[in-house]
């Protein structure tokens, strides 16, 4: 055997996809140095997934394959205690059981876990809505009345009786999970800990009004800090983190002084939390140098907040109320990958190849989980992550989820294009998802954009996790697609984090932001200029054939995703503001206004509610036609 040959085996041992096709149709091939990189990383995790699986999963009525199992009696066994017999259909060949959940097959002494997941992801029972909609929000970014210049939940709890008034179903949220300590910039998907929540997303004027306002009052240096970040249009994250760290760490002292009985009540909702909370504690404690009280603190404020708002969504009619955003991956150096150094990808990092996104490749400084690991640990941490992120959430949007198939990884430290592919357990994954997507009543949206892998869409959607359907990427050579095309079994969007919106699209303001930064030279300035000038002919024409021309192409391109029948629409709050900046352009840090931007200058409230008013009327039109 060559050593050629013996490389490209080994990678495949290890779930290497060494050969590849970009976004382009164009076969690629990783550089042989690339895979030997990958390879030293991986050799842990590649010896771990020759072990037994502790976990199997399999779906509801479907075959099971149980390893070494004998020719004898066996039952299943329910979370409850409670067994019945299990059905033989062949050598080591079973009938799962008809319910979903955590089963254990029990054959004499022998046992093996089983997670039974249903067909298909939890969705809202058919009632007087047909197509759901509502709006999707970046947290920071939503002004609230005294939220310290750092956007809270209370923000986002102003627009739910504005949304129900036009029959909105949902609210999505960009990540609201632990971040690192803030410095000069912040990104919501580089967090610490995906399992718990940022503190900083705590509304104090909400959750406890009277020692908010009184806190305030009583330090006019810190009120006046406060009020000025509330006024600036653009985060300072790192003065502005530390101004409201220093209003939320008042907050006990005062409760302790003037209404004990309240802190006596939050102190048992603290204990409640037990070990992990105390540990996430003392660990965030320890990266940001502050007292681990003032983190248990801050978490038991962000955990009450978004659990009262989701309560408040759920009892105002809303079907669906708050999704969550799950990040691909966490911070390395964070409490998530302390706490599970055994299944983190050690020395390697995760992004994404040259796509529609970023010609030049993305490498995203955050790591993941290591497939080896995953299958050898019964797949807890995943498990573990999916619950928390579900828990108080109508719904989940899944960020990269062709991760379940495959993760594009590079040694840390690399070239964005020096990464290969390595496999996922697809199939386990998925089947967890929709266990706990059904198990917690939460929504599954993938952002299944990028270089898509052949049939996982499909795939996807055969198992009710609804995928993205974005105006931009909604055409062919000959133009925009028809709404009548658009994926039913998707979530229609004007535009996108990673996107310009469509008032900067037709500007071209992305393009100009290309040339700034000198991603382009003028020969590609030029052809990419000229091909937008035609791509907004083709939107415009599209207007025009789907009869929604009313002479504004920015609400037009709107309303054309309105009308989709996707069965569930979401307006991007910079569509619906008319901003032109994107709030993440990919591959930049310093060099753009990324994560830092408002999209929600004053008086936005008034000049949106036409916009919401026609988009909910869209909505309405589309699903009577």
Not at 125 to 145: D, E, L
Not at 354 to 375: K, M, S, V
Not at 497 to 503: F, G, M, R, S, T
Request: with cysteine; aromatic share 6%.
């Amino acid at each position: 055997m060559s050593s050629e040959d013996a490389l490209l085996l080994r990678a495949a041992e290890a779930g290497l996809q060494v050969r590849w096709t970009d976004v382009a149709g164009v076969e690629r091939e990783a550089a042989p140095d690339v895979v030997e990189a990958v390879l030293r990383s991986l050799a842990d995790s590649a010896r771990a997934a020759g072990a037994a699986p502790p976990l199997l999963t399999c779906v509801v009525g479907q075959t099971l394959s149980v390893p070494g199992a004998g020719s004898g009696d066996a039952h299943w066994i329910a979370e409850d205690g409670t067994a019945q017999p299990a059905r033989q259909t062949g050598a080591g060949q079973w009938r799962a059981p008809p319910t979903p959940g955590y089963w254990r097959w029990a054959q004499g002494p022998r046992l093996q876990a089983v997670a039974v997941a249903p067909q298909r992801c939890w969705f809202p029972a058919p009632g007087a809505v047909c197509r759901h909609w509502g709006v999707a929000a970046q947290v920071y970014s939503v002004p609230g009345t005294g939220d310290g210049g750092i956007g809270d939940s209370g923000g986002i709890a102003g627009w739910i009786p504005r949304l129900r008034a036009h029959g909105a179903t949902a609210i999505a949220l960009s990540p609201i999970h632990a971040s690192m300590p803030i410095g000069s910039g912040f990104s919501p998907y580089s967090p610490s800990d995906r399992r718990w929540l940022e503190p900083l997303h705590g509304a104090p004027l909400q959750q406890l009004p009277e020692a908010a306002a009184a806190v305030r009052a009583a330090d006019a240096e810190l009120d006046a800090r406060l009020a000025a970040h509330e006024a600036d249009g653009q985060i300072r994250w790192a003065d502005a983190a530390a101004a409201k760290w220093q209003w939320i760490g008042r907050l006990p002292a005062w409760l302790q002084t003037h209404r004990p009985e309240r802190w006596r009540q939050i102190e048992s909702e603290l204990a409640a939390g037990g070990a992990p909370l105390a540990s996430w504690a003392a660990q965030t404690a320890a990266l940001s140098r502050s007292p681990a009280s003032l983190q248990a603190f801050g978490q038991w404020l962000a955990q009450a907040s978004w659990r009262q708002l989701q309560h408040d969504a759920q009892q105002d009619g809303m079907a669906i109320g708050l999704i969550a955003d799950l990040a691909v991956g966490f911070d390395p150096a964070g409490v998530e990958a302390q706490d599970n150094a055994d299944a983190v990808l050690q020395g390697l990092e995760l992004g994404a190849p040259p796509d529609a996104f970023n010609p030049h490749g993305q490498a995203w400084g955050i790591t993941g989980y290591a497939p080896g690991a995953l299958r050898a640990q019964g797949y807890a941490p995943f498990i573990t992550l999916l619950r928390a992120v579900m828990a108080q959430r109508g719904g989940v949007r899944i960020d990269h989820i062709l991760g379940l198939l495959r993760l594009w990884v590079l040694p840390r430290g690399a070239g964005a294009g020096q990464g290969i592919y390595l496999r996922y357990p697809f199939d386990d994954l998925l089947n967890l998802l929709v266990l706990e997507s059904w198990r917690n009543h939460c929504v599954v949206i993938g952002e299944d954009l990028g270089v898509v892998p052949p049939g996982i869409r499909d795939a996807l959607a055969a198992r009710g996790v609804l995928g993205m359907e974005v105006l931009a990427f909604n055409r062919d050579e000959q133009g925009f697609l028809p709404t009548a095309q658009w994926r039913k079994s998707a979530v229609a969007m004007s535009s996108t984090h990673d996107l310009p919106p469509v008032a900067g699209w037709l500007q071209g303001r992305d393009l100009q932001w290309r040339r700034q930064l000198g991603w382009n030279d003028d020969d590609a300035d030029q052809a990419q200029a000229l091909q937008r000038q035609a791509e907004v002919q083709q939107l415009a024409a599209r207007v025009q054939a789907e009869g929604v021309d009313s002479g504004d192409l920015q609400r037009d391109a709107l309303a054309l995703t309105a009308r989709a029948p996707s069965v569930l629409a979401l307006l991007p709050l910079e569509d619906a503001t008319a901003s032109i900046e994107q709030p993440n352009l990919p591959g930049t840090v310093q060099a753009h206004p990324t994560w830092s931007g408002g999209v929600a200058p004053p008086g936005y409230a008034a000049a949106i509610e036409g916009r919401l008013a026609a988009f909910a009327a869209q909505r309405r039109q589309g699903a009577a036609a």
